[in-house]
Nanobody, 116 residues
């Protein structure tokens, strides 16, 4: 069955870095555009960054220049390198399809907490 497993979150000081990973299974990963989303307490889930099957990338304005999305189709994994983290980046981060008609079942997400 389709599965998305996020990892790599943690507690970091403002200005620090984290690298998130999302291991995908149960579908043809290489043919899908993938994205990272986040949800902070009391807020709606929002798109952070996306990468197409061809490797083209998209970033929300609030992470441009700080976050980098990448993918490894051989490992069915999408990554999010997060640098210069801010307190407002604190959220649960999820991966899922990007620019598609529907989402896959959401994983459990990975918690990122940035202390100021």
């Amino acid at each position: 069955q389709v599965q998305l497993v996020e990892s790599g979150g943690g507690l970091v000081q403002a200005g620090g870095s984290l690298r998130l990973s999302c291991a995908a299974s149960g579908f043809i990963f290489s043919l899908n555009h993938m994205g990272w989303y986040r949800q902070a307490p009391g807020k709606q889930r929002e798109l952070v960054a996306g990468i197409t099957s061809a490797g083209n990338t998209y970033y929300a304005d609030f992470v441009k220049g700080r976050f980098t999305i990448s993918r490894d189709n051989a490992k069915n994994t999408v990554y999010l390198q997060m640098n210069s983290l801010k307190a407002e980046d604190t959220a649960v981060y999820y991966c899922n399809r990007f620019l598609s008609s529907g989402y896959l079942p959401w994983g459990q997400g990975t918690q990122v907490t940035v202390s100021s």
